[in-house]
């Protein structure tokens, strides 16, 4: 009997191990989204374990009716903490930052706008990841100077 229980404690710890690598991406890559409530704290956190360099916050505002064109590759981009903001939820953070057109992507640094991509009247978004991720070195290396 004994043989028969270590035999299904193993096993039991296999399934456990193979459900925890399943999703490990998962929890890896979640979005975080803000709303009003809590837009401007999300621009200018310090992470407690972050060097001296400066911080840089890519926000997307994002519209139900064109999830299909939103930023795809969020997930890909390096060296920046990443928001979502639903548009209906975020009025004041869409009038402050005037914007007209989901998805609309902003670059901020040290909690300043440094560079905005928005959609065209055909609702798709304008940028690549290569040229989302071009623009984030370009601050970065200006912040050296």
């Given at each position: 009997?004994?043989?028969f229980?270590?035999?299904?404690?193993i096993?039991?710890?296999?399934?456990?191990?193979?459900?925890?690598l399943?999703?490990?991406p998962?929890?890896?890559?979640?979005?975080?989204?803000?709303d009003?409530?809590?837009?401007?704290?999300?621009l200018?956190?310090k992470h407690a374990f972050?060097?001296d360099?400066?911080?840089?916050?890519?926000i997307?505002?994002?519209?139900?009716?064109n999830?299909?064109?939103?930023f795809a590759d969020?997930d890909?981009?390096?060296?920046?903490t990443?928001?979502?903001?639903?548009?209906?939820?975020?009025?004041?953070?869409?009038?402050?930052?005037?914007?007209?057109?989901?998805?609309?992507?902003?670059?901020?640094?040290?909690?300043?706008?440094?560079e905005?991509?928005k959609?065209?009247?055909?609702?798709?978004?304008?940028?690549?990841l290569?040229?989302?991720q071009?623009?984030?070195e370009d601050?970065?290396?200006?912040?050296?100077?």
């Amino acid at each position: 009997m004994n043989v028969f229980m270590s035999y299904k404690k193993i096993v039991n710890m296999k399934n456990f191990f193979w459900l925890f690598l399943l999703t490990l991406p998962f929890a890896s890559y979640s979005q975080t989204w803000i709303d009003d409530s809590n837009f401007e704290d999300s621009l200018t956190a310090k992470h407690a374990f972050g060097d001296d360099e400066t911080d840089i916050v890519v926000i997307e505002f994002w519209a139900k009716f064109n999830e299909v064109n939103a930023f795809a590759d969020w997930d890909k981009l390096d060296g920046v903490t990443y928001y979502r903001v639903d548009i209906a939820k975020a009025p004041n953070a869409k009038k402050e930052y005037r914007v007209r057109m989901a998805p609309t992507l902003i670059i901020f640094k040290d909690g300043v706008k440094e560079e905005v991509f928005k959609a065209g009247l055909d609702l798709l978004f304008p940028a690549s990841l290569e040229d989302v991720q071009d623009a984030i070195e370009d601050i970065k290396q200006a912040n050296k100077f």
